[in-house]
Protein backbone atom coordinates (compact mmCIF):
# COMPACT_ATOMS: atom_id res chain seq x y z
CA UNK A 1 0.00 0.00 0.00
CA UNK A 2 1.31 3.63 -0.71
CA UNK A 3 0.65 6.04 1.25
CA UNK A 4 1.71 10.01 0.43
CA UNK A 5 1.43 12.53 2.55
CA UNK A 6 -1.63 14.74 0.86
CA UNK A 7 -0.97 17.96 3.44
CA UNK A 8 2.72 18.34 1.73
CA UNK A 9 1.18 18.11 -1.84
CA UNK A 10 -1.76 20.51 -1.49
CA UNK A 11 -1.05 24.20 -1.29
CA UNK A 12 0.22 25.50 1.76
CA UNK A 13 -1.95 28.41 2.04
CA UNK A 14 -5.31 26.47 1.91
CA UNK A 15 -3.90 24.28 4.74
CA UNK A 16 -6.47 25.76 8.36
CA UNK A 17 -9.53 27.29 5.78
CA UNK A 18 -12.52 27.34 6.69
CA UNK A 19 -14.92 26.31 3.88
CA UNK A 20 -18.07 28.56 3.02
CA UNK A 21 -20.95 27.16 5.19
CA UNK A 22 -24.40 27.63 3.43
CA UNK A 23 -27.55 27.28 5.05
CA UNK A 24 -27.94 23.31 3.56
CA UNK A 25 -24.64 22.96 5.53
CA UNK A 26 -25.79 24.22 8.99
CA UNK A 27 -29.46 22.25 8.58
CA UNK A 28 -29.64 18.96 6.53
CA UNK A 29 -32.34 17.29 8.89
CA UNK A 30 -35.94 17.48 7.52
CA UNK A 31 -37.77 20.71 9.16
CA UNK A 32 -41.33 21.26 8.52
CA UNK A 33 -40.38 25.03 7.59
CA UNK A 34 -37.33 26.62 6.54
CA UNK A 35 -36.83 30.25 7.00
CA UNK A 36 -32.77 29.63 6.79
CA UNK A 37 -31.84 29.93 3.40
CA UNK A 38 -33.40 33.23 1.96
CA UNK A 39 -35.47 30.94 -0.61
CA UNK A 40 -38.66 32.02 -1.93
CA UNK A 41 -40.97 29.82 -0.18
CA UNK A 42 -43.52 28.87 -2.91
CA UNK A 43 -42.61 25.33 -4.19
CA UNK A 44 -42.12 24.92 -7.96
CA UNK A 45 -39.99 21.81 -7.63
CA UNK A 46 -36.55 23.92 -7.71
CA UNK A 47 -37.27 27.03 -5.42
CA UNK A 48 -34.77 25.06 -2.27
CA UNK A 49 -31.21 25.16 -2.81
CA UNK A 50 -30.42 21.70 -3.19
CA UNK A 51 -28.14 19.22 -0.95
CA UNK A 52 -24.68 20.39 -1.34
CA UNK A 53 -22.82 17.26 -1.04
CA UNK A 54 -25.46 15.43 -3.23
CA UNK A 55 -25.62 12.68 -0.62
CA UNK A 56 -28.67 10.77 -1.81
CA UNK A 57 -27.26 10.66 -5.63
CA UNK A 58 -23.84 9.63 -4.00
CA UNK A 59 -25.21 6.79 -2.03
CA UNK A 60 -26.36 4.87 -5.50
CA UNK A 61 -22.92 6.09 -7.58
CA UNK A 62 -20.48 4.05 -4.52
CA UNK A 63 -23.24 0.62 -4.93
CA UNK A 64 -22.70 1.05 -8.23
CA UNK A 65 -18.97 1.75 -8.23
CA UNK A 66 -18.53 -0.47 -5.07
CA UNK A 67 -16.54 2.43 -3.16
CA UNK A 68 -17.46 4.38 -0.40
CA UNK A 69 -19.22 7.53 -0.27
CA UNK A 70 -16.16 9.40 0.95
CA UNK A 71 -14.51 7.95 -1.88
CA UNK A 72 -16.28 10.39 -4.60
CA UNK A 73 -16.89 14.21 -5.38
CA UNK A 74 -19.25 15.10 -8.15
CA UNK A 75 -18.35 18.24 -10.01
CA UNK A 76 -20.18 20.01 -12.97
CA UNK A 77 -18.56 17.91 -15.70
CA UNK A 78 -15.33 16.31 -15.05
CA UNK A 79 -14.00 19.39 -16.60
CA UNK A 80 -14.80 21.10 -12.83
CA UNK A 81 -13.02 18.22 -10.99
CA UNK A 82 -9.60 18.65 -13.16
CA UNK A 83 -10.27 22.41 -13.10
CA UNK A 84 -10.32 22.10 -9.20
CA UNK A 85 -7.65 19.39 -8.81
CA UNK A 86 -5.23 22.37 -10.03
CA UNK A 87 -6.94 24.63 -7.74
CA UNK A 88 -6.21 22.33 -4.79
CA UNK A 89 -2.57 21.31 -5.40
CA UNK A 90 -0.90 23.92 -7.81
CA UNK A 91 0.19 27.51 -7.01
CA UNK A 92 -0.10 29.74 -9.74
CA UNK A 93 3.22 30.77 -11.01
CA UNK A 94 5.46 28.43 -10.05
CA UNK A 95 4.06 24.50 -9.70
CA UNK A 96 4.35 22.41 -12.74
CA UNK A 97 1.89 19.51 -13.99
CA UNK A 98 2.45 16.62 -16.64
CA UNK A 99 0.24 15.02 -19.39
CA UNK A 100 0.48 12.57 -21.90
CA UNK A 101 0.28 14.14 -25.67
CA UNK A 102 -1.96 13.39 -27.50
CA UNK A 103 -4.41 13.73 -25.12
CA UNK A 104 -7.61 15.33 -24.50
CA UNK A 105 -7.63 19.63 -24.54
CA UNK A 106 -8.52 20.50 -21.05
CA UNK A 107 -5.41 19.57 -18.81
CA UNK A 108 -3.64 21.95 -20.85
CA UNK A 109 -6.66 24.96 -21.03
CA UNK A 110 -7.00 23.71 -17.35
CA UNK A 111 -3.29 24.60 -16.41
CA UNK A 112 -3.07 27.73 -18.55
CA UNK A 113 -6.35 29.50 -16.73
CA UNK A 114 -4.41 28.18 -13.65
CA UNK A 115 -1.01 29.72 -14.45
CA UNK A 116 0.59 25.96 -14.33
CA UNK A 117 3.04 25.29 -16.47
CA UNK A 118 2.26 21.66 -18.50
CA UNK A 119 5.18 18.84 -19.54
CA UNK A 120 4.15 17.16 -22.23
CA UNK A 121 5.20 13.75 -22.32
CA UNK A 122 5.12 12.43 -25.62
CA UNK A 123 3.21 9.04 -26.28
CA UNK A 124 5.33 5.96 -28.51
CA UNK A 125 4.34 6.49 -32.10
CA UNK A 126 1.51 3.64 -31.79
CA UNK A 127 0.21 5.48 -28.97
CA UNK A 128 1.29 3.39 -27.00
CA UNK A 129 2.40 4.58 -23.31
CA UNK A 130 6.87 4.94 -22.37
CA UNK A 131 6.70 4.23 -18.68
CA UNK A 132 10.46 5.23 -17.82
CA UNK A 133 9.82 8.54 -20.13
CA UNK A 134 6.52 9.68 -18.48
CA UNK A 135 7.99 8.70 -15.04
CA UNK A 136 11.01 11.38 -16.39
CA UNK A 137 8.90 13.66 -17.33
CA UNK A 138 7.00 13.96 -14.85
CA UNK A 139 9.29 14.53 -12.10
CA UNK A 140 8.76 17.51 -9.84
CA UNK A 141 5.11 18.15 -11.22
CA UNK A 142 2.02 17.97 -8.83
CA UNK A 143 0.18 16.23 -10.82
CA UNK A 144 0.37 13.73 -13.91
CA UNK A 145 -2.71 12.70 -16.45
CA UNK A 146 -3.27 10.03 -18.07
CA UNK A 147 -6.31 9.33 -20.22
CA UNK A 148 -6.97 6.09 -20.74
CA UNK A 149 -8.42 5.07 -22.83
CA UNK A 150 -7.28 8.12 -24.73
CA UNK A 151 -8.72 10.76 -26.44
CA UNK A 152 -8.34 10.94 -29.38
CA UNK A 153 -6.53 8.08 -29.98
CA UNK A 154 -9.13 5.51 -28.17
CA UNK A 155 -6.45 3.05 -27.12
CA UNK A 156 -6.45 2.33 -23.18
CA UNK A 157 -3.13 1.51 -21.16
CA UNK A 158 -2.23 -1.71 -19.57
CA UNK A 159 -2.72 -1.48 -15.98
CA UNK A 160 0.67 -2.88 -14.82
CA UNK A 161 2.27 0.33 -16.62
CA UNK A 162 -0.17 2.27 -14.83
CA UNK A 163 0.38 1.08 -11.49
CA UNK A 164 3.99 1.00 -12.61
CA UNK A 165 3.56 5.23 -12.54
CA UNK A 166 1.45 5.05 -9.87
CA UNK A 167 4.32 3.43 -7.47
CA UNK A 168 7.47 5.49 -8.23
CA UNK A 169 5.61 9.20 -9.18
CA UNK A 170 5.21 10.78 -5.69
CA UNK A 171 2.58 13.36 -6.81
CA UNK A 172 -0.97 13.01 -7.70
CA UNK A 173 -1.79 10.46 -10.48
CA UNK A 174 -5.09 11.48 -12.32
CA UNK A 175 -6.81 8.65 -14.26
CA UNK A 176 -9.11 10.07 -16.84
CA UNK A 177 -11.41 7.40 -17.41
CA UNK A 178 -14.30 9.33 -19.00
CA UNK A 179 -14.42 6.20 -22.05
CA UNK A 180 -13.99 2.96 -19.22
CA UNK A 181 -17.55 1.88 -19.95
CA UNK A 182 -16.49 0.76 -23.57
CA UNK A 183 -13.34 -0.78 -22.66
CA UNK A 184 -12.75 -4.48 -21.79
CA UNK A 185 -9.78 -3.58 -19.49
CA UNK A 186 -10.89 -3.13 -15.49
CA UNK A 187 -11.49 0.48 -14.22
CA UNK A 188 -8.57 1.85 -11.73
CA UNK A 189 -10.84 2.35 -9.14
CA UNK A 190 -9.76 -0.92 -7.54
CA UNK A 191 -6.53 0.84 -6.47
CA UNK A 192 -8.19 3.18 -4.93
CA UNK A 193 -7.03 1.62 -1.52
CA UNK A 194 -4.04 0.59 -2.14
CA UNK A 195 -2.68 4.15 -3.88
CA UNK A 196 -3.31 7.63 -1.61
CA UNK A 197 -1.93 9.12 -4.75
CA UNK A 198 -4.31 7.47 -7.06
CA UNK A 199 -7.43 9.66 -8.48
CA UNK A 200 -9.92 8.54 -11.01
CA UNK A 201 -12.10 10.85 -13.37
CA UNK A 202 -14.94 9.36 -14.67
CA UNK A 203 -18.34 11.41 -16.12
CA UNK A 204 -21.91 10.86 -16.78
CA UNK A 205 -21.18 12.36 -20.30
CA UNK A 206 -20.53 9.41 -22.36
CA UNK A 207 -21.58 5.80 -21.95
CA UNK A 208 -24.20 7.24 -19.58
CA UNK A 209 -25.45 9.46 -22.33
CA UNK A 210 -26.06 12.69 -19.97
CA UNK A 211 -23.64 15.08 -21.62
CA UNK A 212 -26.31 17.53 -20.93
CA UNK A 213 -26.39 17.53 -17.74
CA UNK A 214 -23.36 18.31 -16.72
CA UNK A 215 -21.90 15.63 -14.03
CA UNK A 216 -18.20 14.42 -13.43
CA UNK A 217 -17.38 12.04 -10.81
CA UNK A 218 -14.03 12.25 -9.00
CA UNK A 219 -12.69 9.37 -7.01
CA UNK A 220 -9.66 9.79 -4.44
CA UNK A 221 -9.02 8.85 -1.01
CA UNK A 222 -11.43 10.22 1.66
CA UNK A 223 -8.43 12.94 2.10
CA UNK A 224 -8.29 14.50 -1.18
CA UNK A 225 -12.28 14.41 -1.64
CA UNK A 226 -12.51 16.09 1.85
CA UNK A 227 -10.02 19.05 0.62
CA UNK A 228 -12.09 19.08 -2.61
CA UNK A 229 -14.98 19.57 -0.77
CA UNK A 230 -13.65 22.31 1.39
CA UNK A 231 -12.77 23.93 -2.56
CA UNK A 232 -15.73 23.63 -4.39
CA UNK A 233 -18.60 26.18 -4.96
CA UNK A 234 -21.16 25.62 -2.46
CA UNK A 235 -24.12 24.31 -4.68
CA UNK A 236 -21.97 22.98 -7.99
CA UNK A 237 -24.57 20.13 -8.73
CA UNK A 238 -27.58 21.81 -9.16
CA UNK A 239 -31.21 20.12 -8.31
CA UNK A 240 -31.97 18.83 -12.03
CA UNK A 241 -28.99 17.64 -12.88
CA UNK A 242 -28.93 15.29 -9.16
CA UNK A 243 -32.67 14.21 -9.34
CA UNK A 244 -32.62 13.43 -13.29
CA UNK A 245 -28.76 11.51 -12.59
CA UNK A 246 -30.74 9.44 -9.89
CA UNK A 247 -33.72 8.51 -11.95
CA UNK A 248 -31.27 7.25 -14.88
CA UNK A 249 -29.41 4.92 -11.98
CA UNK A 250 -32.92 3.77 -10.88
CA UNK A 251 -32.59 0.96 -13.71
CA UNK A 252 -29.39 0.36 -15.44
CA UNK A 253 -30.78 -1.81 -18.06
CA UNK A 254 -30.69 1.40 -20.88
CA UNK A 255 -27.63 1.93 -20.09
CA UNK A 256 -25.98 -1.46 -20.47
CA UNK A 257 -27.77 -1.89 -23.71
CA UNK A 258 -26.65 1.33 -24.95
CA UNK A 259 -23.19 0.53 -24.45
CA UNK A 260 -23.50 -3.09 -25.51
CA UNK A 261 -25.04 -2.16 -29.12
CA UNK A 262 -21.99 1.20 -29.25
CA UNK A 263 -19.25 -2.00 -28.78
CA UNK A 264 -21.24 -3.93 -31.20
CA UNK A 265 -21.55 -0.73 -33.93
CA UNK A 266 -17.45 -0.28 -32.39
CA UNK A 267 -16.75 -4.17 -34.08
CA UNK A 268 -18.32 -3.41 -37.51
CA UNK A 269 -17.29 0.10 -38.54
CA UNK A 270 -13.59 -0.91 -37.63
CA UNK A 271 -13.90 -3.81 -40.10
CA UNK A 272 -15.69 -1.79 -42.67
CA UNK A 273 -13.84 1.17 -42.33
CA UNK A 274 -10.57 -0.53 -43.00
CA UNK A 275 -12.09 -1.45 -46.18
CA UNK A 276 -12.94 1.92 -47.74
CA UNK A 277 -10.53 3.39 -50.46
CA UNK A 278 -9.79 6.96 -48.92
CA UNK A 279 -9.22 5.60 -44.93
CA UNK A 280 -5.62 4.65 -44.81
CA UNK A 281 -5.27 3.69 -41.36
CA UNK A 282 -7.45 2.71 -38.64
CA UNK A 283 -6.55 2.57 -34.95
CA UNK A 284 -7.80 0.29 -32.45
CA UNK A 285 -10.51 1.85 -30.21
CA UNK A 286 -11.65 0.91 -26.78
CA UNK A 287 -13.56 3.70 -26.59
CA UNK A 288 -17.08 5.26 -28.18
CA UNK A 289 -15.08 6.74 -31.57
CA UNK A 290 -12.62 5.71 -34.19
CA UNK A 291 -9.37 7.64 -35.07
CA UNK A 292 -8.69 7.29 -39.05
CA UNK A 293 -6.16 8.03 -41.17
CA UNK A 294 -6.76 9.69 -44.45
CA UNK A 295 -5.25 10.97 -47.37
CA UNK A 296 -6.63 14.40 -47.16
CA UNK A 297 -8.18 15.51 -43.74
CA UNK A 298 -9.68 18.72 -44.69
CA UNK A 299 -11.46 17.57 -48.22
CA UNK A 300 -12.17 14.44 -46.01
CA UNK A 301 -13.87 16.97 -43.64
CA UNK A 302 -15.14 19.14 -45.75
CA UNK A 303 -16.77 16.40 -48.07
CA UNK A 304 -18.55 15.00 -45.12
CA UNK A 305 -19.39 18.01 -43.79
CA UNK A 306 -21.59 19.07 -47.33
CA UNK A 307 -22.83 15.56 -46.74
CA UNK A 308 -24.30 16.88 -43.47
CA UNK A 309 -21.84 14.41 -41.30
CA UNK A 310 -19.94 16.35 -38.80
CA UNK A 311 -16.51 14.64 -37.35
CA UNK A 312 -13.62 15.74 -35.67
CA UNK A 313 -9.93 16.60 -37.76
CA UNK A 314 -7.77 16.12 -34.99
CA UNK A 315 -4.90 16.59 -38.27
CA UNK A 316 -2.80 19.69 -35.36
CA UNK A 317 -2.48 16.71 -32.37
CA UNK A 318 1.04 15.29 -32.08
CA UNK A 319 1.43 11.79 -33.85
CA UNK A 320 -2.11 12.22 -35.38
CA UNK A 321 -1.46 14.08 -38.84
CA UNK A 322 -3.93 13.42 -41.42
CA UNK A 323 -6.04 11.91 -38.61
CA UNK A 324 -10.31 12.54 -38.26
CA UNK A 325 -12.12 11.18 -35.21
CA UNK A 326 -15.23 9.71 -35.85
CA UNK A 327 -17.84 8.91 -32.82
CA UNK A 328 -20.06 5.91 -32.90
CA UNK A 329 -23.37 6.57 -33.64
CA UNK A 330 -27.09 4.55 -33.81
CA UNK A 331 -26.35 1.67 -37.04
CA UNK A 332 -28.42 3.69 -39.19
CA UNK A 333 -25.65 6.71 -38.62
CA UNK A 334 -22.86 4.51 -38.93
CA UNK A 335 -24.29 2.88 -42.43
CA UNK A 336 -24.73 6.58 -43.82
CA UNK A 337 -21.49 7.42 -42.66
CA UNK A 338 -19.51 4.38 -44.31
CA UNK A 339 -22.20 4.75 -47.42
CA UNK A 340 -20.73 8.45 -47.49
CA UNK A 341 -17.20 7.76 -47.34
CA UNK A 342 -17.42 4.84 -49.91
CA UNK A 343 -18.28 7.02 -52.36
CA UNK A 344 -16.12 10.03 -52.00
CA UNK A 345 -14.47 10.90 -54.69
CA UNK A 346 -10.47 12.29 -54.44
CA UNK A 347 -8.09 13.02 -56.47
C1 LIG B 1 -15.57 13.77 -22.91
C2 LIG B 1 -14.44 13.71 -21.96
C3 LIG B 1 -14.62 14.06 -20.62
C4 LIG B 1 -15.95 14.52 -20.14
O1 LIG B 1 -15.94 15.76 -19.64
P1 LIG B 1 -17.27 16.31 -18.96
O2 LIG B 1 -16.86 17.64 -18.49
O3 LIG B 1 -17.58 15.35 -17.84
O4 LIG B 1 -18.34 16.31 -20.00
C5 LIG B 1 -13.56 13.96 -19.76
N1 LIG B 1 -12.37 13.51 -20.17
C6 LIG B 1 -12.17 13.15 -21.44
C7 LIG B 1 -10.86 12.63 -21.84
C8 LIG B 1 -13.20 13.25 -22.38
O5 LIG B 1 -12.96 12.91 -23.65
Redesign the pocket.
Known amino acids: MKRIAIEKLIRPDLIGMMAYSSARDEYSGNASVYLDANENPYNNGVNRYPDPLQLKLKERISEIKNVSKEQLFL ?8 DLLFRLFCISGKDQVTAINP ?2 G ?1 YSVSARINQIKLNESKLNIDFSLNTEQIIKDAEGSKLLFI ?1 SP ?3 TGNSFPKEQLIEILTRFDGIVVI ?1 E ?2 IDFADDESMLTELLNFSNLVV ?1 Q ?4 AYGM ?1 GI ?3 MLFASPEIISWMNKIKPPYNINQLTQTFAFDKLVNLNQVQNEIESIKKERSFLLKELARIQCVEKVYPSDSNFILIKVKNTIDSYNYLKNNGIVVRNRSSQLLCENCLRLTIGTPEENLLLLKTLKEMKYE
Open positions: GNGSDECISYMCNNPDAYCTFSKARLG
